[in-house]
């Protein structure tokens, strides 16, 4: 089954100049695409479009067979747990204010009954964020830094574990410039 098709999508900011031109593709479960281009030319319009942030001008977005473009406020909720997106800038991610366990912890808090099984009834929440940083490969200390105390990548890696902690079933990965 399909799990996002892209059906002549367009998508501008400025009237007669479309930033996301008649775009078709199809993604199936399993399935990883890359779309390369060089900067400016859509790449992060099409994210936004794609989680509903943006709206689109022309076409339609499929997500598992559902026009997204229709779904209300109620419906959408369901649909923003299972598309995840990772900024480009993963500084704008995170509270600068919290510790990265309060950061990797707060979206799961927010999906966690709706989540078949809850990581906090087998271990503890320290345990969990363990796990979720040993997933991106980021050391346990980590746990309890700021967001300015760790590199660019260290940061964009936090907020791929955080969008990998409430099982998505489509995750956006909109690349950070190296
Ligand atoms: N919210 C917005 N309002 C007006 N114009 C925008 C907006 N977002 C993007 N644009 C314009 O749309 C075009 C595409 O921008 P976009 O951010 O999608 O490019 P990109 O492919 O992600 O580039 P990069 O590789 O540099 O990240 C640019 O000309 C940009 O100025
Ligand atoms: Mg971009």
Do not use: W
Not at 7 to 26: D, R
Not at 57 to 65: E, L
């Amino acid at each position: 089954m399909s799990l996002l098709t892209v059906k002549h999508v367009t998508k501008s900011y400025q009237a007669g100049k479309a930033t996301v031109n008649n775009l078709s593709f199809e993604l199936n479960k399993d399935e990883c695409l890359g779309i390369v281009g060089e900067s400016g030319c859509g790449k992060s319009t099409l994210a936004s479009c794609l989680l509903r942030i943006a709206p689109i001008d022309s076409g339609s977005i499929f997500f598992k067979n559902e026009a997204i473009e229709q779904l209300n406020e109620r419906q959408l909720h369901p649909y923003r747990r299972n598309i995840q997106i990772v900024l480009q800038n993963p500084a704008a991610a995170l509270n600068p204010k919290l510790k990265i366990k309060d950061s990797l912890i707060n979206l799961y808090a927010q999906y966690s009954r709706e989540l078949n099984h809850s990581h906090f009834s087998y271990t503890s929440r320290d345990a969990f964020v363990k796990q979720l940083l040993e997933g991106v490969e980021l050391p346990s200390g980590v746990a309890n830094q700021y967001p300015h105390e760790l590199s660019g990548g260290q940061r964009q890696r936090v907020t791929i574990a955080r969008a990998i902690s409430i099982e998505p079933e489509l995750i956006v990965l909109d690349d950070r410039k190296p």
